[in-house]
């Protein structure tokens, strides 16, 4: 069902032994690079950041070879780090420059921009739920900075298609893009899309100079424009059974870890909120590939319906729960996720800044793993 991504865990810890940090960091930028395809089950929590770098550290790299591939783990824990201090929806550094509107153009929803390398990305995610990250930056950047639309609709049109889609990294990298939170706009032109796509492609909207880029009038291919709307369809809801005097640990969207409290008596609960996933649409695919994974965890029962009600079948029962800046509303005991750098904490402007103290945090904390 879903030939990029197994929903095995043997498959999926099988594929964190064979990541190759060095491969990646020379090719990761082209669409057929040395990429991990690890992405999909660190956002669904089935996995961590921490889990990958120390099997990659296991084998004896020294941080000053796979820096490239460390940092992209890192990335991701900037942008949860983020969204605990920010208000994800709104601009987070200054107000993105050049709006004329707040839709997403026709022809992106279509695949028919005519950009050979960005439509053809936009088949795959339709296809399979996949874009390659460096994809995302040029679609981002043909929607935000030539288009000239802001980013919140077609952000939320990703992460609507979007099996790795992560609320925090999706919406961080399209205001990144878009100039919103970062010091200036991300551009490509048509020469840097045919080097890392593989596409050949000449006299497009995008076949000149990053100056003209910058000053140009939307393209009449761009000028049509729509208001993305999604909803999701949930799956058919079925009475659980909660045994009071065992606690319940709370899996969701964002947890589907099968090692989380493994070897402990509980209520397992993959709590399915119609609330949250109407703020936060996401494709038939996305929702069948969170049920595919959560079967990696024993004994684990579907709870559809909002939070209020789940409260009242599980009352009595403590709940445990990982932390998550999107269920800042559950009540009972809230758990860390693994980070990389669990002692790097609060909010930096800048990954920059964020890298520097994790940096020193991994080399002190991992230094019997690190050679060299």
Not at 67 to 77: A, H
Not at 210 to 227: F, G, H, K, W
Not at 267 to 291: A, E, G, Y
């Amino acid at each position: 069902m879903f030939p990029l991504f197994p929903t095995d865990s043997q498959s999926i810890f099988q594929r964190i032994k064979q990541v190759d940090p060095i491969k990646y960091g020379k090719t990761r930028n082209y669409l057929n690079g040395s990429v991990t395809y690890l992405s999909p089950y660190i956002s669904r929590g089935l996995i961590s950041t921490r889990q990958v770098l120390e099997s990659v550290l296991n084998k004896g790299y020294g941080l000053y070879q796979i820096e490239t591939f460390v940092k992209e783990l890192c990335w991701r824990d900037y942008f949860q780090r983020v969204g605990q201090f920010k208000d994800l929806n709104q601009d987070i550094r200054q107000p993105q420059p050049g709006v004329s509107n707040h839709a997403i153009p026709q022809s992106v929803i279509q695949a028919k921009t005519g950009i050979e390398g960005i439509d053809k990305s936009i088949q795959q995610l339709y296809q399979s739920g996949y874009m390659h990250n460096h994809a995302r930056m040029y679609t981002a950047s043909l929607v935000c900075n030539v288009a000239q639309s802001y980013w919140k609709n077609p952000s939320q049109w990703m992460y609507y298609h979007l099996l790795d889609g992560d609320w925090a990294s999706n919406t961080c990298s399209w205001q990144w893009v878009a100039g919103a939170n970062s010091g200036k706009k991300y551009y490509a032109n048509q020469e840097n899309i045919n080097k890392f796509t593989g596409t050949n492609q000449f006299h497009t909207i995008l076949d000149v100079h990053y100056s003209e880029i910058e000053n140009m009038p939307v393209p009449e291919s761009l000028l049509q424009t729509e208001n993305f709307q999604a909803v999701t369809i949930f799956p058919s809801s079925s009475s659980i059974i909660i045994d009071e005097d065992l606690p319940t640990f709370i899996y969701n969207y964002y947890n589907l870890d099968p090692s989380w409290h493994k070897n402990e008596l509980g209520n397992r609960v993959l709590f399915i909120d119609t609330d949250f996933f109407q703020l936060h649409p996401v494709s038939p695919k996305c929702m069948d590939f969170m049920l595919a994974l959560s079967e990696n965890i024993p004994n684990i029962q579907i709870f559809v319906g909002n939070l209020s009600e789940l409260v009242r079948i599980t009352k009595g029962s403590i709940w445990y729960y990982k932390e998550h800046p999107l269920n800042q509303s559950y009540k009972g005991v809230e758990e860390q996720r693994e980070w990389i750098a669990p002692d790097v904490t609060g909010y930096f402007p800048s990954f920059f800044g964020y890298w520097k103290q994790v940096e020193k945090s991994i080399k002190k904390n991992y230094s019997q793993s690190l050679k060299g």
